[in-house]
């Protein structure tokens, strides 16, 4: 098992607004993934997502899947 964390900290909490819509649809793909758990976690200006994949194999699948 391998477990990806990625953490966003926001250089102005004026891009908030922004970062909530995509990360909405990032939200989405990575429901719609073959991840076998994720969890995320944020407030303002910090924000942080913990995935737990099978395989390499699967999240390259999924990265590469990605929509812009």
């Known amino acids: 098992m391998i477990v990806s964390v990625t953490s966003i900290e926001l250089r102005s909490p004026l891009n908030f607004f922004r ?7 990032v939200v989405k793909q990575i429901e ?3 991840n076998l758990s994720y969890k995320d976690k944020g407030f303002w200006a910090k ?22």
Do not use: G
């Not at 970062?19 to 649809?25: C, E, G, I, T, V």
């Open 19 to 25: 970062l909530a819509m995509l990360a909405r649809d």
């Open 32 to 34: 719609a993934s073959y």
């Open 47 to 68: 924000h942080h997502i913990m995935t737990l994949w099978n395989s390499e194999e699967v999240i390259n699948n999924f990265y590469r899947n990605c929509e812009p």
